[in-house]
């Protein structure tokens, strides 16, 4: 997450770059803006870094969450004895005898 106050640098380096050295319309024409552009690309420019902070202390403050939880978080443990499953709730097999009653109404009728 480093990567946002690289950011923020890297923004604070172009407005100064901007608003310092850039050269003015007097001086240099065809490099250079007017005052006003400058001020605006500029202030452009800060409102970047200013975004790029916050979002790395919001990604800081998530980061400081997560792990809060992940300690705060105990696993389940294991059983210590291991038990044979409860054959009454197993219903991979039928048992023989233990067919479905025969639905009440009429019968299909008899092949002959």
Same mark, same amino acid.
């Given at each position: 997450?480093?990567?946002y106050?690289f950011?923020a ?5 172009v ?17 250079a803006?007017s %005052?006003q552009l ?5 202030g452009f420019a ?5 975004w *790029?902070i916050?979002?790395? &202390?919001?990604?800081r ?11 705060a978080?105990t696993?389940v443990?294991p ?5 044979p %499953?409860?054959p009454?709730?197993d ?6 005898g233990?067919r479905?009653p *025969?639905?009440?109404?009429? &019968?299909?009728?008899?092949?002959s």
């Amino acid at each position: 997450m480093n990567v946002y106050l690289f950011f923020a640098f890297f923004w604070v380096v172009v407005s100064l770059v901007i608003l310092i050295f850039l050269p003015d319309v007097a001086d240099i024409p065809f490099i250079a803006i007017s %005052p006003q552009l400058r001020m605006w690309a500029g202030g452009f420019a800060w409102v970047l870094a200013g975004w *790029n902070i916050v979002r790395w &202390r919001m990604a800081r403050i998530r980061r400081q969450v997560d792990e809060e939880a992940r300690q705060a978080y105990t696993p389940v443990r294991p059983r210590r004895h291991h038990e044979p %499953p409860n054959p009454d709730f197993d219903f991979s097999d039928p048992k023989p005898g233990d067919r479905p009653p *025969n639905p009440p109404g009429p &019968r299909p009728p008899a092949s002959s």
